[in-house]
């Protein structure tokens, strides 16, 4: 058989392409860009490397650490594992949570019940939450928005605030009045009710790309060179008489009977939409929206630092802080805004300025940053609204041999690294079944 065709090289056709490398089946991918890594990439700026946003894994991301072991990373040289912290901090109050090394789900009953800038009273509300949660198998009879399902579980103001709503927007990308509850759940599972190690935080010390992508495509080519070729826009998929022939770029076809569409959801609905067999499929995908995350990176003196790697903020516009002393880059501040909002009527140095000016109520002695560098990423993620389930399509298309991968296809998780990686693993490993 011909090889497999693969079009993208972000986590998801990397991830399609390392499996059935295992399985010594052949394929080549195709990336437009000039890297690997989609939405996790690294890019050159002053001399360092950034990356298009701040990353952040969790120990429940299973398959991606298995694929960083292939590709032959041990954990601890690329992540920074840190047992689950969080520290919010606003204008008026703050929030400490730590989780103690204890069994599922006792760490998280521990580190809520020991949150002391907590009321006594939002702390029992949220502990009886994750019984009842925990009881239901995390399932909701209907999909409800964030906000009414903290409703329905009587959460508090003060921790609804300062720790369901942050988790909501940095996990779902969406806004808790529109964000899908039944998602919700489904990360607050998986990152808090399965193994007391699936909660642990993982931050990558180094860039994204030397951490996957650009690494695997270097172990990819060295068994097969040329598997991965960057610069080769897929111009068409090649369809007739309702049979997949193959792809078109830079005006060439190349044959196959099987093929792996593994771009952003926008992407796979053009190439989609100009096949009448997939335009069905093409208008499900546009309907699911997306998001954007914007990071600014404010660079101040090596001397400064945050106490803690990540630090939540409350209250204005910048979410969530990350010290990218971790990768080597003392001083080096990430700002991640994720979900649409205010600041996005801003220009970057109005941006930078009000950034600046909300980190200088938490660190007063910081001086201005000496520069500030903006990535703002229009689609970053799918719209995870309410509903959002019923419409993300499975792997297989009604076109036989052609399989839809990336972090948007039916999963159980919101648009994440894990999600695309998984998503392509599934793909790549049916066709391996399906030549046996
Ligand atoms: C700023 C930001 C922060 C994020 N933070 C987190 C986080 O903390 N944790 C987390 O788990 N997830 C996070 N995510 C989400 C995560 O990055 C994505 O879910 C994941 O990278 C998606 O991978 P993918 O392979 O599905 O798609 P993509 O990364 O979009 O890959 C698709 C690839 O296809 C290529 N392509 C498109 N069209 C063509 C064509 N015609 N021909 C050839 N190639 C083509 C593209 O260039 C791209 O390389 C974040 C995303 C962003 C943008």
Redesign the pocket.
């Known amino acids: 058989m011909k090889p497999v065709l693969i ?9 399609a392409a390392l499996t059935l490398r295992a399985s010594q089946i052949p394929f080549r991918v ?4 000039p ?7 690294s890019l050159p700026w002053q001399g360092q490397v950034l ?8 120990g429940a ?1 299973h398959e ?1 650490l298995r694929l960083l072991a292939q590709i032959g990373w041990q954990e601890n040289e690329v992540l920074l594992r840190q047992p689950l912290t969080l520290t919010v901090r606003g204008e008026r109050d703050s929030l400490e949570l730590r989780a103690p090394a204890l069994p599922a789900p006792l760490h998280l009953a521990a580190a809520l019940l020991s949150a002391g800038t907590l009321p006594w009273s939002e702390r029992v509300a949220a502990l009886r939450m994750a019984l009842r949660l925990q009881l239901s198998g995390y399932r909701l009879a209907q999909d409800i928005s964030v906000r009414a399902l903290l409703q329905q579980q009587r959460q508090g103001e003060k921790i609804s605030r300062l720790l369901w709503e942050p988790l909501c927007i ?2 779902l ?1 969406t806004l808790p009045e529109r964000a899908s509850g039944q998602v919700f759940l489904n990360v607050l599972r998986d990152s808090f009710g399965q193994a007391a190690g699936d909660s642990q935080l993982l931050l990558p010390k180094v860039g ?1 790309g030397e951490m996957f ?1 650009e690494r695997a495509m270097r172990y990819l080519n060295q068994g097969q060179p040329d598997s991965v070729i960057l610069r ?4 068409a998929l090649l369809v007739k008489d309702n049979t997949l022939r193959g792809l078109r ?1 830079n005006g060439t076809q190349i044959d196959t009977e099987q093929l792996i569409l ?4 926008e ?2 609905a ?2 989609c939409g100009e096949v009448p067999a997939l335009q069905l499929l093409a208008a499900q995908i546009t309907q699911l929206g997306s998001q954007p ?3 600014a990176y404010l660079q101040y003196p090596p001397a400064c630092r945050i106490p803690q790697v990540m630090l939540g903020l409350d209250g204005g516009i910048g979410q969530w802080l990350t010290d990218r002393r971790i990768a080597g880059q003392a001083g080096l501040i990430a700002v ?1 805004i ?1 979900a649409e909002g205010p600041h996005m009527a801003l220009d970057n140095t109005q941006l930078c300025t009000r950034l600046h000016a909300e980190i200088g109520q938490h660190f007063p002695d910081w001086p201005e940053p000496e520069q500030c560098q903006v ?1 703002r ?1 229009k ?3 799918f719209d995870c609204r309410v509903g959002i389930q019923a419409l993300r399509p499975v792997n297989q298309t009604p076109l036989p041999g052609l399989w839809l ?5 039916a999963g159980d ?9 998984r ?2 693993v599934q793909c790549a490993q049916q066709i391996i079944d399906s030549r046996k």
């Open positions: 079009i993208g090289a972000g986590w998801a056709g990397i991830a195709f990336e437009a860009a890297s690997p890594g989609g939405r996790a990439r990356d298009n946003g701040q990353h952040l894994l969790i991301y991606t940095a996990t990308n994204l992508c080769q826009r897929v111009e770029v593994a771009t952003a959801p992407a796979a053009r190439l995350i914007v990071t991640s994720s990535i990423e689609r970053a993620t991968a990336g972090d948007y296809t998780y919101p648009a994440t690294l894990e999600g695309a990686v998503s392509g």
